[in-house]
């Protein structure tokens, strides 16, 4: 079964030529990318959809959320918006209401969240434990995610739970908490930072985990400058995320870790892609992460909604495009990239044809997955010149209609 779509006006495909084609058309065939190109050339297909004159992207790839959670931290937001600051603590609130939720309600919540992403364009998602924070808990948290979402990480070093002793919790964080999420997961990440786990304890998690054979990647900086970042560059983490307190060495680090990449093939030695986080650092009113500077500098970013219910409720990636275009001073190309192809990149999944046994997604070409994302727009610009707007028309997530 094949679809056409055509009459598109602005086909951003985000590819390794950063193709953007006006009057252009894309054939779908099962999940895959059959065919794109001028509308006038396009191939007969079973099917065709005209997209009226509006713009299509990939959908976005969100590459950082925590989306398995129970209860409500309203108050915290508000005591925030009265002038109080953010502190990891608050991830207690949400594990004590996670533990008491039935699997019923923990599924059924993370399912509602993953289907508001979908509606807004996004196809590709990663998410988190993290409020489980026991080896019961973290394990049935993984194994929810892992039947709602694209990538789970393992999130058990997010906060050492009250009254319990830091490095113990880190053994059992790197050892049996380790083994029992293991089935479920192809990552891990630590939040290293002051409040949550030091260097050296995040350094043993992430030592464990890729000895596991886990990808790994760090919550860092976040608060202030810190560890985090050097020790994902150190440790080849697949990315850093936050990244808003970074010292010039921070920077050049990052930029240092991608000198063995080709942007130009997407081909060589892949380094630490730097994830902003926009919705999250106004949501706890922090500087925004730097990263007009981190892409100047050659690193390669990605943007994430980071949803979650303390620093970020929201999952809207389109929210987070805008502010990197208006706020960060991105181009509306950089940042459709960053929320598309970085966030691919960031999840190593940005790479992959016909017969690789694995799809690209976060871009379109021939024999990537069909993730397709129609704006009620004429072109991408529209996301940053209407902020705000449900621009969301149409979406395809592996060539099924998801909106
Ligand atoms: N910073 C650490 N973890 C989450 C927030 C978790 C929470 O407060 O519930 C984040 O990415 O912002
Ligand atoms: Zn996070």
Redesign the pocket.
């Known amino acids: 079964m094949s679809t056409l779509i055509t009459n598109i006006a602005e086909l951003m495909t985000q590819d390794l030529e950063h193709r953007v084609l006006k009057n252009a058309a894309v054939v779908i065939e099962g999940e895959r990318i059959a065919w794109l190109g001028s509308a006038e050339d396009a191939p007969a297909a079973d099917d065709a959809v005209d997209a009226g004159g509006r713009a299509v992207l990939p959908g976005w790839v969100d590459s950082h959320t925590?989306l398995v959670f129970a209860g409500d931290r309203t108050a915290e937001f508000e005591a925030r918006m009265a002038g109080e600051s953010y502190s990891?603590g608050?991830?207690a609130v949400?594990m004590d209401a996670t533990r008491r939720a039935s699997d019923f309600d923990l599924t059924r919540l993370a399912m509602a969240r993953v289907s508001e992403a979908v509606s807004q364009g996004t196809t590709y998602l990663e998410t988190k434990t993290g409020y489980g924070l026991d080896i019961e808990h973290e394990a049935r948290s993984a194994r929810i995610a892992s039947t709602v979402v694209d990538e789970v990480t393992y999130l058990g070093a997010?906060l050492v739970p009250l009254g319990t002793d830091a490095d113990a919790y880190t053994d059992l964080v790197c050892g049996p908490m380790l083994d029992a999420v293991r089935p479920y997961v192809r990552w891990a990440d630590v939040?290293c930072?002051e409040g949550a786990f030091t260097a050296e304890q995040s350094r043993r998690v992430l030592e464990a985990c890729r000895a596991a054979g886990l990808g790994i990647r760090v919550?860092g900086n976040?608060l202030g400058e810190g560890p985090g970042v050097q020790l994902a560059v150190e440790l080849g983490a697949a990315s850093v995320?936050?990244v808003n307190y970074l010292s010039s060495r921070d920077v050049a680090v990052l930029a240092e870790s991608w000198s063995g990449w080709s942007p130009d093939t997407g081909s060589g030695s892949r380094g630490t892609v730097a994830t902003c986080?926009p919705a999250?650092d106004l949501s706890t009113r922090q500087p925004l992460a730097p990263g007009r500077e981190l892409l100047d500098a050659g690193v390669q970013v990605a943007l994430a909604s980071?949803c979650?219910?303390?620093?970020?409720y929201t999952s809207s990636m389109a929210f987070n495009v805008a502010t990197a275009v208006l706020q960060m001073r991105l181009s509306v190309h950089e940042a459709v990239r960053a929320a598309t192809y970085g966030g691919a990149l960031a999840l190593h999944r940005e790479a992959g044809h016909d017969a690789d046994g694995v799809r690209a997604v976060g871009s379109l070409a021939v024999g990537h997955r069909a993730d397709l994302h129609m704006l009620n727009a004429p072109s991408a610009t529209h996301l940053a010149y209407r902020p705000g707007m449900p621009l969301t028309y149409a979406v395809w997530r592996a060539g099924v209609r998801a909106r």
């Open positions: 925590h990891a608050g991830i949400t997010h939040f930072e919550h976040q995320d936050h986080l999250c980071n979650n219910p303390g620093t970020s």
